[in-house]
């Protein structure tokens, strides 16, 4: 996975239940050279992740055996995931389940997004050492106004405090980012990319969505 980078969420917005975004996504992708992620419901992983990078949604904190309904890191890497999303605002865990998680996305060669609404959840889930950080104040998910306008210096710490313990730990900033002008405040404040979700899938043109928010990236080159 490269950086910066775009991470698309698709939850379960019926606009999400196909591949139409995937490719949409993929087409600007390629012309751009930015890194775009989707993450898909469970049920397109596979399907999706043969279009376009994906991370999965969810995992649940258990490995393989007699665990019905549960998705597991194997299963999500089996079903070509790079990576997944971990303790989203709407699927929140407790913190020795997260640390479960991550362990069970590092046995089996699994990216880890953690999810966390403040600093004093970066500095907890940071000595945890997943591969990527993502920071959203669940207050301002799927809102107009985005966390690096709102929430400044909540960002900026976020992202000192996840830095000053491991450099190699990636941050990207979510939150009701709509457009390139959040985009490029996010990155201002040491983000290495943007998660978006309403933003682009109930966009009216998803197409321009999804440049508009790549505009953000400027000249910056991946890394």
């Not at 985009?183 to 109930?202: F, H, N």
Request: charged share 25%.
């Amino acid at each position: 996975m490269r950086f910066p980078a775009l991470l698309i969420n698709l939850k379960v917005y019926k606009e999400g239940l196909d591949s139409r975004i995937a490719h949409i996504a993929k087409e600007v992708a390629n012309e751009t050279g930015v890194e775009i992620i989707l993450c898909p419901s469970h049920i397109l992983l596979k399907e999706i992740s043969q279009i376009i990078p994906t991370f999965a949604q969810s995992i649940d904190p258990v490995g393989e055996g007699a665990y019905t309904g549960a998705i597991t890191a194997g299963f999500v890497k089996h079903a070509g995931a790079l990576g997944t999303l971990i303790s989203h605002s709407e699927k929140c865990m407790p913190m020795d389940n997260i640390k479960t998680c991550i362990d069970e996305c590092k046995s089996v060669g699994l990216l880890s997004c953690v999810c966390v609404a403040n600093e004093s959840e970066a500095e907890e889930i940071v000595r945890m050492r997943p591969d990527i950080i993502l920071i959203e104040p669940p207050q301002l998910v799927g809102g107009n106004v985005s966390v690096s306008t709102a929430e400044p210096e909540l960002v900026r710490n976020s992202i000192d405090t996840v830095k000053h313990i491991s450099s190699e730990i990636k941050v990207l900033c979510g939150a009701g980012v709509k457009d390139q002008n959040d985009v490029k405040r996010s990155l201002e404040l040491g983000a290495d990319g943007v998660a978006v979700s309403s933003g682009i899938v109930k966009a009216p043109n998803v197409e321009k969505a999804i440049y508009d928010i790549v505009d953000g990236f400027s000249q910056r080159h991946a890394k």
